[in-house]
């Protein structure tokens, strides 16, 4: 291709990245509650305009937060990909704004599980009853947190290994006032000491590649009490060529391997986990599965 070639399909692409940009820009200036100088606001609204973008009056303050976390974690982990193109894969970020973008987008994750448990009311009937949730990989802690809010009857643990990221999380549960519902801790869910513990573990395979994802699976499978549920979570991918490349290539330089779920249902299988089923959930899609009612072991 030549440079002209390249530069024209940059260009196109250009259009692209300024309107995310527009889009997150307007979510924001609602989220922060301030205003934009009048003539960049008129420009900000043609531009919206343009996109056949609404209004942002009819979504709610959360609606409007998870959205602007969306937006920012799309484009900070492009910007990282331009500046770091040979870091090795791994979750080793230490940019603060990158950290709370990807926490806050994490808070779907919440309403997405109660989406799914309105078609499944053992699930349903669980988020309501004392129990006890592990939040496996709870970064700056606002999975943990919407978690808490959502399911106030569930006591939740968030363990991550990251200290960046754990010392925002603690941060973060302390300005929530929610203390008292969450404990944070410094742990590798493959070194779990807790046995039959909790009633509901997250575990986001992305993070993961095949070989830890079996430890990881065996060990939460240990944590768990008779008739709980594990929800393991993956990006759902595109059917459009780019953005499923765009979207693996995110996986591998977050340090997993595993983009199927049809990958994950055997490794719940093999952990002794029953009713394995696999949910389309939006931009996630989950692999559900459940600990038997009754376990021999105990």
Known sequence: MSEAALR???GGLASAAGALA??????????????????VQQRLDEVLAALDIPPLDSLDDGQIARLTDLVGVILRHALELFDSPARPPGWNHTDSALLEAQGGASRLVVHLISTAAEARPELAALLKRPGAFLDVGTGVGWLAIEAARVWPALRVVAIDIWEPALAHARRNVAASGLEGSIEVRTQDVAALPDRAA????????????A????????????????????VCGLETLPEERLARALSILRTVRGGGEISMPADVVPQLTAAGFAAVETVPAGPLTFVLGRTPERDDED
């Open 8 to 10: 024209t399909r940059i």
């Open 22 to 39: 527009a889009i997150g820009a307007a979510l924001r200036l609602r989220r922060d509650g301030t205003v934009s100088p009048a003539a």
């Open 198 to 209: 909790f009633s509901l573990a997250w575990v986001p395979v992305p993070f993961f590649t």
């Open 211 to 230: 070989a830890a994802l079996a430890v990881a699976l065996a060990r939460v499978r240990e944590t768990l009490v008779p008739g709980a549920w594990i």
